[in-house]
């Protein structure tokens, strides 16, 4: 026997539901050209399916309320073919066609920005190849300028990712052994998260980043300033951050360009210090939290490849925390 | 007369006889005295169930290595002779007259073995054998450990008292009494001479005998050794070997043992690879493997940063199935160690076997180690003089 639900059972939910309808996260407040077709979208097919929903509704509390002499079989038979078959048909082909229409637009070309994507157990490698050849390395964060189309090349190494800005675009999955395309052109400046939307392992869910869409100027300074090497000063002794972070190994795995590091099985850390948050955007960037992270990796971040490295005399780490978040 | 038999009657008569029983052992007019031994049929039944359970169970044990190699043996006998000549004799070394006054006596090896499979006689060494005082082996996960031992049980009925001292007390042979009963004190004092101890198997100069029983640890860096000893010592780093001796040394001799030996001259030791396996391995080392998410060895084990961290252990010259065997235990995650061990944990579980043996190779040849990171190729597998 079907339970009776209270209508009004879910009705609180409604607002805390709607509060998630615009902020950094949020497919229905689009700041890209994508994210608005897809906007776009959703709300026409809501309110074609509201319309279509209540069309049924009122015909069916018509039938079921009114005192009717029953139809003629071919009257019957004529209404079920128009109503049941025709139009649902003919509705149906209507938003399918308008939906297809919205496809060439995610389909347009970049304009000569292209940033490489890949996704790895729990974060994501990021690859800057500038229209003028340039090109650099970050992690985990992703600047774009307003206006134009960037073009992203979205592959991954070890499992399936899914790559997803909501205010910007569609998702899009990284597979490893192909790369796929996806072209987004924000239209406003702001700081928009995005997340790994496809189930790849114990910190999944802390497999985010942050996308800051600038304006082309700015865009311009701050890629300038990432192509640079690491404003890293002379070492004078062996208790300094950039020496320890030589010393205890983490440049086997880590590049900060500028020094010896040049290790490429984790995280390009060369400017650390001025992303906007840190360990895939589940930290704030500070340098405790840097501190923390090189502590407690595995606590932080379960089934993270990088060892916890807690056994750093604290104030080994602590110095190494202090170094990395100066990089700016 | 007869007694007709209901349920009541058994059942007051059951419990009768437990009274009974617990009245009789907490009366202690049972003997429990070692001095007479058993019963012949105790014995008896003892050793039946024993040698049941050893069949069944040694079914699951896995296929042994080849068995015949000198150098499991010889990594077999200098662990014997510490750990269980006390109780079992030794060839050339009579059992122990204490231990023959134990319920039951362990069996004297000093003549004879009992018949027992490669399989069966692991199974005994790794779990020990209940109610006897035959203890399980350490670290029982060390199964390479345990096979040593099996493979010098298997030798020691046809090995005579000349080729056992050899084998369990190397260069330090001459300086041990002869015919004399093992002792029990290798069990748990600190031997007047701590480097004779050690010697037994890594020689004074700390380059070990018998191929590649022994790793090579002279001129191993000091700290790195030093950490290593603490670790076998407080057992974070798995061996049932290592870590009798390491345990009863005292820190304090962990330290001068460990400045002993990194003082010695290294000595690579000279063994000749495939060259494709070698070009193999050189590519891990300063390559890693990216894709499986492996870093350079070198960045580590290379000769700049071993100058800028001795907490990590140079390779150049190793053994190279002595390197092999730890990237395997890494591999099972039964290597542990000092307070870096996660760090090559992480790394060590990624490598497959054939890449293992390739960088061993490399490392084994030369490669890394002083000014051997920056060597080529050809000049690496040339780099087996001592530095």
Request: net charge neutral; aromatic share 8%; proline share 8%.
């Amino acid at each position: 026997m079907v339970k009776q639900e209270n209508p009004a059972y879910g009705a609180w939910l409604l607002p805390w539901a709607l509060a998630a309808c615009d902020g950094p996260q949020s497919a229905l407040d689009p700041a890209g050209h994508e994210a608005g077709l897809v906007a776009h979208l959703f709300w026409v097919m809501l309110v074609a399916s509201g319309v279509i929903w209540l069309l049924v509704m009122g015909i069916a509390f018509y039938a079921a309320r009114g005192r009717h002499t029953p139809w003629q079989p071919r009257r019957a038979g004529r209404f079920i073919l128009v109503c049941g078959a025709i139009v649902p048909t003919l509705a149906l082909a209507a938003l399918l066609v308008f939906g297809l229409r919205l496809m060439p637009g995610l389909r347009a070309a970049g304009e000569g920005l292209r940033v490489a994507v890949q996704g790895e157990q729990f974060w994501w490698r990021v690859r800057y190849e500038l229209p003028d050849g340039r090109a650099f390395a970050t992690a985990n964060e992703i600047r774009l300028p307003v206006g134009s189309r960037t073009e992203f090349l979205l592959t991954a190494q070890d499992v399936i990712h899914s790559f997803w800005v909501p205010n910007l675009g569609g998702k899009m999955d990284l597979i490893p052994g192909t790369t796929n395309r996806l072209v987004l052109e924000p239209t406003r400046t702001g700081t928009f998260r995005g997340v790994c939307a496809e189930f790849c392992g114990a910190s999944h869910a802390r497999m985010a980043f942050s996308v800051t869409v600038m304006e082309p100027s700015e865009f311009e300074a701050w890629a300038a300033a990432q192509i640079r090497p690491a404003a890293v000063g002379p070492v004078t002794g062996p208790g300094e951050g950039a020496a320890l972070f030589l010393a205890r190994g983490c440049a086997a795995c880590h590049t900060v360009r500028g020094t010896g590091a040049a290790g490429r099985i984790g995280p390009d850390l060369t400017h650390l210090g001025g992303r906007e948050t840190l360990a895939a955007g589940i930290l704030p960037n500070t340098v405790a939290n840097i501190d923390r992270f090189i502590r407690e990796t595995r606590e932080i971040k379960p089934g993270a490849r990088m060892p916890s490295f807690g056994m750093l005399p604290e104030h080994e780490s602590a110095a190494i925390a202090a170094w990395l978040g100066s990089l700016r | 007369m007869l007694i007709r038999v209901t349920w009541r009657r058994a059942g007051l008569a059951l419990g009768a006889l437990l009274l009974g029983g617990v009245l009789f052992a907490w009366s202690g007019l049972f003997n429990i005295a070692a001095s007479g031994g058993h019963w012949a049929v105790t014995e008896w039944a003892l050793h039946w169930v024993m040698r049941n359970s050893v069949r069944t169970r040694a079914l699951l044990v896995e296929a042994p290595p080849p068995l015949d190699s000198p150098a499991l043996r010889a990594r077999g006998a200098g662990h014997y002779a510490s750990g269980c000549a006390p109780c079992h004799g030794a060839p050339g070394e009579p059992q122990n007259p204490i231990v023959q006054r134990s319920t039951p006596s362990p069996p004297d090896f000093s003549d004879s073995l009992d018949e027992w499979s490669s399989r069966q006689l692991f199974r005994i060494v790794q779990h020990g054998v209940r109610y006897t005082g035959m203890p399980g082996w350490i670290e029982p996960a060390r199964r390479d450990e345990v096979w040593a031992m099996v493979a010098l049980l298997e030798a020691l009925p046809d090995m005579g008292p000349e080729e056992y001292r050899r084998l369990a007390y190397g260069e330090e042979a001459p300086r041990r009494a002869r015919g004399a009963a093992a002792g029990m004190d290798g069990l748990s004092t600190p031997p007047p001479d701590l480097l004779a101890d050690c010697a037994r198997c890594h020689n004074r100069d700390g380059r070990g005998r018998d191929g590649a029983a022994f790793p090579v640890i002279a001129g191993q860096n000091e700290a790195y050794l030093l950490q290593a000893l603490r670790a076998f010592a407080g057992g974070s780093r798995h061996s049932g070997i290592m870590q009798p001796p390491a345990t009863r040394a005292g820190d304090a001799a962990l330290q001068a043992l460990a400045a002993h030996y990194a003082a010695q001259p290294r000595a690579p030791v000279r063994q000749t690879f495939d060259p494709a396996l070698l070009a193999a391995g050189e590519n891990i080392a300063r390559q890693g493997l990216p894709e499986s998410q492996v870093p350079a060895c070198l960045s580590c084990h290379g000769g700049a940063a071993l100058r800028r961290n001795p907490s990590w252990p140079r390779l150049e010259g190793q053994h190279a199935a002595y390197l092999e065997g730890q990237l395997a235990l890494w591999r099972d995650g039964v290597r542990g160690g000092g307070p870096f061990a996660n760090v090559m944990q992480t790394i060590g579980e990624r490598l497959t076997p054939d890449q293992a043996r390739a960088v061993s190779a490399w490392f084994a040849a030369g490669g890394g180690g002083e000014g051997g990171d920056r060597a080529s190729h050809g000049e690496a597998r040339e780099g087996l003089a001592p530095p």
